[in-house]
């Protein structure tokens, strides 16, 4: 543990509500000076940090975002064992930093009453002060550090201001230790009211109403008053019942439809770059095993998946402005109606948004959920949201059958398919929902009470380092997991099985796209895929399909990487006789044992189909076990979603058979 000059070790936790500035106070202050686990005993996450100070260190311990400290979420409990220091061997805190949203503080400062009782020193952190200003009222730091007992700073982490004072401000009161310890909002023996229950919520909140209106000045602006009128005219109209919902449909279509348009070129510009370099490592290296495995391999497999990278980028652009321009808040209040018809408690929109990036934090967030049944009926119908990993699958069915197809010679075909994909994924979410809160998971669903905050103009920093931070995990993702898998899938496509017939070479160009495909076929993957072919040939798919179903579970953007590998040993034949290199082409030009198509666009729908209703991926199932201590709900989860990904595959191909597709 760090220790200040004087050799005293001084340990801060931070609280605050959620959206309250919390989590950038904690960046700001520690840097790259954190570590992430979760707590001893239970799977709440757990962050720590070091904040270096010129007169000393912090051990920073960021506490889950909190409203109350009442312990009836998993999040909430592990608030008061921390505080309490009845937790593994985590250190009881020295200090508390209160971080309170300025614009909000008789809802923020609730949380600080409580924090109070624990009987260690806080100090009260205030931010959110520009917006403050902009609503025409300012915060006397004196009175309401007189009237809560309580030091009080304002602090902008992103210009640091404030910084110094508070760090100066955590030493004097941990200096003081107990002194003005009081909790200030207990009612005086003339007017007593029992402590317990509603009364003492009242207590709390009259004690905040006194010392907010001392505090609180006004200077007489009235931008504050009209930006609030403003959101009021707007929301009626952005969550009105009918045309609310039809204009998040709207923006998320107008989302996908610039996804494309803005991604196509730098897609293209980054297959060029892969080709180039595997063309390059080819002619520098000459023909060889080790050559195949580089190109096809490592180039093929990554790159194959990398290209993808514009998508995700544009995308979460744009979801980390709706977001900090605070629709997202709007979006929940809207889809309450939605989870309080089908069983689901309002907390759970926020955990499934999550998901729509990745099911993993998601599932995490579903942590705020207090009750068990609640939670895990969210947690069972989270990986239905399809989240980024599926895009890059979604995105190859269109390119390679939809890409240039319109209606009316304005609307994307492929902007609509995306867009579909999310509502299915999204409509069997609720079905299943239905289905467990009537039955296995029946429980009474309590009131959802949201705040919806200001209309605001989001933070380009801010929209810069989510769309960083989501890009960081995509290339790590593939550096690490795709690589291996490509590599592995490399191997196993290109060393053949003893005694299962070595294909030889051709004798002439023509033959050379049949001896890769027997080649292939006679390799450990081809055995596999063969192995699991009768199952999902009513899907019309084929055993190269299967390899690539086999390999996603890793992973789901393995499927495009898996595919690249799959059939970049047949590119290389078809590239003798005049034939495109890139994936898509190679999807087009595909074709069975008997010469028929291998993919037709029947079968990429019923693909994007399969995708979207089947489990995410392993590390989603590590997760849910996790999350709820036992293997029963994982597998269930997995058994259920593969069951209804076969059968929603089945009937899209069948049907779409029948009628003639």
């Given amino acids: 543990m760090k220790r200040t000059s004087d050799g005293s070790a001084i340990t801060v936790a931070l609280a605050g509500n959620p959206n309250s500035g919390k989590t950038t106070l904690f960046n700001a202050l520690t840097g790259l000076s954190q570590k992430v686990a979760n707590y001893p005993g239970v799977t709440v996450e757990r962050k720590e940090g070091v904040w270096n100070t010129a007169s000393g260190d912090f051990l920073l311990i960021d506490l889950p975002g909190l409203y109350s400290i009442e312990a009836a979420s998993p999040d909430e409990k592990v608030a008061r064992d921390v505080l ?36 260690i020193p806080i100090v009260i952190v205030l931010t959110m002060n520009d917006l403050l200003v902009k609503q025409g009222a300012s915060i006397d730091e004196g ?44 009612p005086d023996s003339a007017n007593d009211v029992e402590e317990s229950g509603p009364n003492e919520i009242f207590a709390r909140y009259a004690f905040i109403e006194r010392i907010v209106a001392e505090a609180k000045r006004s200077e007489g602006s009235c931008e504050g008053r009209s930006a609030s009128a403003r959101s009021e005219h707007i929301d009626r109209v952005l969550t009105h019942r009918v045309v609310g919902p039809l204009i998040l449909l709207a923006i998320l279509f107008m989302i996908f439809q610039l996804v494309f348009s803005w991604a196509s070129l730098p897609m293209d510009l980054l297959d060029s770059v892969f080709g180039l370099l595997g063309d390059s490592v080819r002619d520098a290296m000459g023909q060889g095993s080790a050559t195949d495995l580089i190109v ?19 995308l979460f652009l744009f979801i980390s402005i709706l977001e900090d321009t605070g629709y997202m808040a709007r979006a929940a209040f809207m889809s309450d109606r939605l989870m309080s018809g089908i069983g689901l408690h309002g907390k759970a929109f926020l955990p499934l948004i999550s998901s729509f990036a990745c099911a993993i934090p998601g599932i995490m967030a579903t942590r705020t959920i207090e009750n068990p049944r609640d939670r895990l009926a969210t947690i069972l119908i989270a990986p239905f949201m399809s989240c980024s990993a599926r895009l890059p699958v979604y995105t190859l069915m269109i390119a390679a059958f939809f890409s240039d197809v319109t209606l009316w010679g304005i609307v994307s075909v492929g902007a609509l398919l995306m867009i579909l994909m999310y509502l299915i994924g999204i409509l069997m979410a609720v079905l299943v929902a239905f289905i467990l809160k009537k039955t296995i998971l029946r429980s009474p669903i309590p009131p959802l009470v949201l705040e919806l905050p200001p209309y605001r103009m989001p933070s380009l920093r801010t929209v810069l380092q989510n769309m960083a931070s989501r890009a960081t995990l995509f290339v790590k993702n593939a550096g690490t997991v795709i690589l291996a898998i490509s590599v592995i899938l490399w191997a196993l496509a290109y060393f053949q099985v003893p005694g299962s017939g ?118 989603t199932i590590a997760v849910v076990k996790r999350e709820t201590n036992t293997w029963r709900w994982p597998i269930f989860m997995t058994l259920y979603m593969t ?16 009628m003639g597709f």
């Fill in 296 to 314: 096809d391999g490592v180039i093929a497999g990554v790159g194959g998946v990398l290209i993808f990278l514009p998508q995700i980028l544009i």
């Fill in 84 to 119: 309490s220091g009845t937790i593994g061997k985590i250190e009881k805190p020295d200090c508390i930093v209160v971080v309170v949203d300025s614009t909000n503080l008789e809802r923020n400062l609730y949380l600080a009453t409580q924090l109070k009782d624990f009987g």
């Fill in 143 to 186: 009175k309401l550090s007189k009237g809560f007992a309580a030091r009080v700073v304002q602090v902008d982490a992103l210009d640091r201001t404030g910084i110094d004072k508070l760090a100066d401000a955590i030493r004097e009161s941990v200096a003081e230790g107990g002194e003005n310890m009081t909790s200030a909002w207990r």
């Fill in 502 to 619: 070595m294909a030889t070479d051709a004798g002439s160009s023509v033959d050379a796209t049949q001896v890769a495909s027997q080649r292939l076929e006679n390799s450990y993957v081809g055995h596999l895929g063969k192995l699991i072919e009768p199952a999902i040939e009513p899907l019309g798919f084929d055993w190269k399909i299967g390899v690539s179903l086999i390999a996603s579970f890793a992973a789901r953007e393995v499927f495009v990487s898996t595919m690249s590998i799959i059939y970049g040993m047949d590119e290389r034949a078809v590239d003798q006789v005049g034939g495109e290199g890139r994936i898509a082409e190679s999807v087009r030009k595909a074709r069975r044992a008997d010469g028929s198509p291998a993919w037709t666009p029947l079968t990429a729908v019923t693909m994007m189909i399969f995708f979207v209703l089947s489990m995410q991926c392993m590390s």
């Fill in 643 to 658: 069951g209804l990904a076969w059968l929603g595959a089945f009937a899209t191909y069948q049907i779409g058979t029948i």
